[in-house]
T-cell receptor
Framework: AQSVAQPEDQVNVAEGNPLTVKCTYSVSGNPYLFWYVQYPNRGLQFLLK??????LVKGSYGFEAEFNKSQTSFHLKKPSALVSDSALYFC?????????????FGKGTRLSVIA | GAGVSQSPRYKVAKRGQDVALRCDPISGHVSLFWYQQALGQGPEFLTY????????KSGLPSDRFFAERPEGSVSTLKIQRTQQEDSAVYLC??????????????FGSGTRLTVV
């Protein structure tokens, strides 16, 4: 079975500082990993994905994530946070070898960027 | 269409009422997923269609929940005899692929269901 853990319910960071939102995963095979962002009263918006290749993945709005197979982690990072980055962030995983199985999401981490 | 469209955006139902939630996926997208997102939680999988075939309904919480996609495009999630615990945002997502290279989804804005 696939699962995702986001250990922090809330992350607070000052504007201009680097941010990290943590994610660890569990799959039986190789993972496909995703980050989505959700603004109030909106659906989930895709940020970035890891399928294969370079462990450092760059995505929308200056976000990046690093795939670490040994630590089964896929932490989301940004070098300099903006107030407009404040939102709910979800990590998701599916097993690459089990066909079109549904994405499994973590519980989410609320990011608050303080001016 | 340009995105995934869900209607209504908000629905208030009295306990015991039946409701129907609509999802209009991106044109040509083969795969369609329904998720339930309770307040403060991540999306939880409900069911999955590939064209008109419902391939996985393991996430439907009870037999009061029913989903269909009769022509392989628009989908409807129906909840019979709604209960307060059904209150949540119901998200629909579509994807253009069907195999292991189907990388990710496009989500609609969701339908917020409140059962009173």
């Amino acid at each position: 079975a696939q699962s995702v853990a986001q250990p922090e319910d809330q992350v607070n960071v000052a504007e201009g500082n680097p941010l990290t939102v943590k994610c660890t995963y569990s799959v039986s095979g190789n993972p496909y990993l995703f980050w989505y962002v959700q603004y109030p009263n909106r659906g989930l918006q895709f940020l970035l994905k890891y399928i294969t290749g370079d462990n450092l993945v760059k995505g929308s709005y200056g976000f990046e994530a690093e795939f670490n197979k040994s630590q089964t982690s896929f932490h989301l990072k940004k070098p300099s946070a903006l107030v407009s980055d404040s939102a709910l962030y979800f990590c998701a995983v599916r097993d690459a070898w089990t066909g079109n199985t549904p994405l499994v999401f973590g519980k989410g981490t609320r990011l608050s960027v303080i001016a | 269409g340009a995105g995934v469209s869900q209607s209504p955006r908000y629905k208030v139902a009295k306990r015991g009422q039946d409701v129907a939630l609509r999802c209009d996926p991106i044109s040509g997208h083969v795969s369609l997923f329904w998720y339930q997102q309770a307040l403060g939680q991540g999306p939880e999988f409900l069911t999955y269609f590939q064209n008109e075939a419902q391939l996985d309904k393991s996430g439907l919480p009870s037999d009061r929940f029913f989903a269909e996609r009769p022509e392989g495009s628009v989908s409807t999630l129906k909840i019979q005899r709604t209960q307060q615990e059904d209150s949540a945002v119901y998200l629909c997502a579509s994807s253009g692929g069907t195999g292991p290279f189907d990388y990710g989804y496009t989500f609609g804005s969701g339908t917020r269901l409140t059962v009173v």
